[in-house]
C-alpha cells in the first residue's frame, strides 16, 4: 500500500511534482538521487545482496538500495547554497525489509533535504558528499517516527509476527 501524503505529492495539490524541484527537474533529481544509491550501494558492501540471504529477523536482503527506492519525488522547488550546488527536499518511498517482515505494510515514506551539485564539463547534477549522511538520517529519522499502527500488537511484547 502506498502512503497518501505520497499519492497527494505525486497526484494532488497546487502543483504537479514534475513541476517541481527547479531549477534541476524533477527528473534529474530522481536519476542523480539514484545514482548516489548505486555509488552508496558498492561503496558499502554489507548493504549488497546476496542470493536472497536473510537475517537472524528472517529478513531477505535480495535487494539493492536502488530496488528498495520506489519513487522520488520533489516536495517543492530547490534552494540554492552556492553556484553549483542546491538544497532540494525530497519525499521517497522506500522499501525496508525489516519494517516489511513485522507489518502489512513495508513501504516508508522518507521526507529529507539532499544536496546537489553540477560536476564534470557536461555539468551534470549529482548527489553532494554529504549524501551518505543526508540519506541516512533521513532513514534513521523515518524508521524512528514510523507510526506503531504499522506494528501487529505481537511485537509490543518482543515477538516477530511470522507472515507466510
Known sequence: MVPAKFVQ??????????SLGAP?????????????LEVLQKKDVSASPTNNRKDWFGVSHSKTLRQRVMSVSPTA????????????PLRIAYEDPLLAKLSENGV???DGEFTFEKKGQLDRWHVSEQFETEFLTA????????????FPESTSEGKIKDKK
Open 77 to 88: 522547488d530547490c534552494t540554492e547554497k552556492s553556484p553549483s550546488q542546491q538544497l532540494c
Open 9 to 18: 505529492t505525486q497526484y494532488g495539490g497546487e502543483r504537479n511534482s514534475e
Open 108 to 110: 516508508l515514506e522518507i
Open 24 to 36: 534541476i527537474g524533477s527528473e534529474r533529481l530522481r536519476k542523480a538521487f539514484m545514482n548516489g
Open 139 to 150: 532513514l534513521s529519522e523515518a524508521l524512528a517516527a514510523a507510526p506503531k499502527s504499522l
